[in-house]
């Protein structure tokens, strides 16, 4: 359609970047399919478990002041557990982040003396703080709760004759992240996490196993819970919360783990019972009414990128064909002229601040200057096109995100675009 070329003329992508990037996508047709079958399975998993439990217009209006018999939070909580197959669910606008979720889940299920173990070796960057590997006021270590970690053997899969080796008497937790995050191991699809709780459990029955579910929702047909997991964490303003949810995070699991970490956010007696939803609820079940597809189109637009990026030569994380179990993609452009640019077709490319450039800048907690391409609804949110770069070797952007698959199809684009408007790629390439 000439129009299509047109209006993409019109916001400054060029005619050889748009087509490239049609020709990249011709071949991805089949992958495509997968997603959109995937997000079939999972929009009716999510409208399933909203019938089932009777979601009503009563349940999207909230509570205020203590919030005593918030019918649609209660509702809510009811739905995650559904979705995620465990016994209970907080879903919590008092609940910050995905890092507070985590921290929640860690501290009420941990006492002095307990040992927490990491079998698939560093935990996310923000959790250092939490369990006290970098020390940290109120951290788990303040409490008496050490922390043991097992690496990854060298091919990323899991050491399991070490992590047999650190299971003691102590060992309590295991603490299990299923996207790489920032790292360059592979992320775990829910069928390895499933092995690895089998084989805890063997060794250890009540070991309480939580994963970090952060990206990874409604990327696989299967959840954590699916496989055994007694704590599956994460945040609303990533996949689960559909671009909606302006705040919030949720602990789904077995019914005694959801409680002590109710007790612990509001208050012991306290609990569940508390906690007013305010106006919020609609945006929350809204947005995981759509989650599925907006994840899909996040997964569409790492592989278009992926694929894209792969072909111009930059090493790619995943690669263009491996499978996928998180909505995370890196690329790495090997200097900080490409990746400031890419970080700024990014956001010339959103629909909010996109007049707005970027800068590098010494965030706190990094060891490098960061670069940020964020021009979304919510602040921070990165289930909406995203991206983001330490400068330094090796000059990898990490990107994620996209609410449609339209947009996230044109802000990759628009990336490509301005490396190539100042020569940092050859157009000469793009030739297919
Ligand atoms: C984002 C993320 C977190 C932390 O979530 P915040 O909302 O940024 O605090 C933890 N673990 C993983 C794997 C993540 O991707």
New binding site residues.
């Given amino acids: 359609m000439n129009q299509i070329q047109e209006m993409y003329a019109q916001m400054g992508i060029g005619r050889a970047v748009y087509d490239y990037g049609n020709a990249v996508l011709e071949k991805l047709g089949e992958r495509f399919r997968e997603i959109d079958e995937i997000a079939e399975y999972n929009q009716l998993k999510v409208v399933n478990a909203m019938q089932e439990c009777q979601v009503s217009e009563a349940c999207l209006l909230g509570t205020t002041g203590y919030g005593y018999n918030d019918l649609g939070r209660d509702t809510l909580e009811a739905v995650y557990a559904k979705i995620f197959r465990t016994e209970d669910a907080l879903v919590r606008p008092q609940i910050t ?4 979720a ?1 921290a929640l889940a860690l501290m009420s299920n941990l006492r002095p003396g307990d040992e927490l173990l990491s079998p698939v070796g560093k ?2 960057d ?2 250092e703080e939490v369990i006290g590997i970098r020390p940290s006021k109120g951290s788990l270590a303040e409490y008496g709760i050490t922390y043991r970690q097992v690496d990854l053997l060298e091919d990323g899969s899991f050491d399991y004759e070490t992590i047999r080796k650190s299971i003691g008497e102590k060992t309590r937790l295991a603490t299990i ?3 790489k ?1 920032y790292q360059t191991r592979p992320s775990f699809s829910v069928e390895q996490i499933g092995r690895l709780i089998a084989f805890l459990k063997e060794i250890k029955p009540d070991i309480i196993c939580m994963v ?1 579910n ?2 990874g929702e409604f990327v696989e047909i299967h959840e954590p819970g699916d496989v055994g997991a007694d704590m599956v964490v994460g ?1 609303l ?2 996949n689960p919360g559909g671009g909606l949810a302006p705040i919030g ?1 949720y602990i789904a699991g077995k019914k005694e783990c959801v409680e002590n970490a109710a007790y612990r956010l509001t208050s012991p007696g306290l609990g569940k019972e508390v906690g007013a939803s305010l106006g919020i609820l609609k945006d929350f079940y809204q947005g995981l009414f759509l989650a599925p597809t907006v994840t899909a189109s996040a997964l569409k637009g790492a592989i278009f990128a992926a694929n894209l990026y792969e072909r111009l030569g930059y090493p790619v994380i995943p690669n263009g064909s491996e499978s996928r179990h998180d909505i ?1 993609q890196a690329v790495t452009f090997g200097s900080a002229e490409a990746v400031t640019a890419f970080c700024r077709g990014i956001q010339a490319a959103a629909p909010v601040d996109s007049h707005v450039t970027p800068e590098a800048w010494d965030m706190p907690g990094y060891d490098a200057p960061v670069i940020m391409a964020a021009g979304a609804f919510v602040a ?1 949110s ?1 289930i909406e096109l995203s991206a983001d770069a330490p400068i330094k070797p090796p000059y990898a952007v990490y990107f994620q995100g996209g609410l449609t698959w339209p947009h996230a199809k044109s802000g990759i684009l628009k990336s490509l675009q301005f490396l190539a408007d100042r020569k940092l790629v050859d157009e000469s390439r793009l030739k297919m």
């Fill in positions: 982040c995905g890092t507070h985590l935990p996310y923000t959790l992240q299923r996207s995050g970090d952060c990206y945040s303003i990533k995070g995370i921070g990165s």
